[in-house]
């Protein structure tokens, strides 16, 4: 069984920063790519970051220029480092990851049960 865990949502201002951090345990080989997503309230899940295992990097546009991801590949964990939140980024963030528990294994998606984050205006 893999697990993935995320912390550091919360309430913050606009214009203020927050760093999420999500960590895999469990039955794991290796991670390939690693992201997050949010989900507003009526509002469909998106992407908005997603990192290689070699560390290679994309962003949605409505992080990109104000969040930074990053994974430490011994750790099984990944950050996102966000600066510059407006309301507008107000949703639950999740965790997702795809995970390799075994030589054997092709790998299957993994996700957590989110961190809500709350910026006021």
């Known amino acids: 069984q893999v697990e993935l865990v995320e912390s550091g949502g919360g309430l913050v201002q606009a214009g203020g920063s927050l760093r999420l951090s999500c960590a895999a345990s469990?039955?794991?080989?290796?991670?390939?790519?690693m992201g997050w997503y949010r989900q507003a309230p009526g509002k469909q899940r998106e992407l908005v970051a997603g990192?290689?295992?070699?560390?290679?990097?994309n962003y949605a546009d409505s992080g990109k220029d104000r969040f930074t991801i990053s994974r430490d590949n011994a750790k099984n964990t990944v950050y996102m480092q966000m600066d510059g939140l407006e309301p507008e980024d107000t949703a639950v963030y999740y965790c997702?990851?795809?995970?390799?528990?075994?030589?054997?294994?092709?790998?299957?998606?993994?996700w957590g049960k989110g961190t809500l984050v709350t910026v006021s205006s």
């Open positions: 997702n990851a795809w995970v390799v528990r075994s030589w054997f294994d092709n790998g299957m998606d993994y």
């Open positions: 469990g039955s794991i080989f290796e991670i390939h790519d």
């Open positions: 990192i290689t295992h070699g560390g290679t990097t």
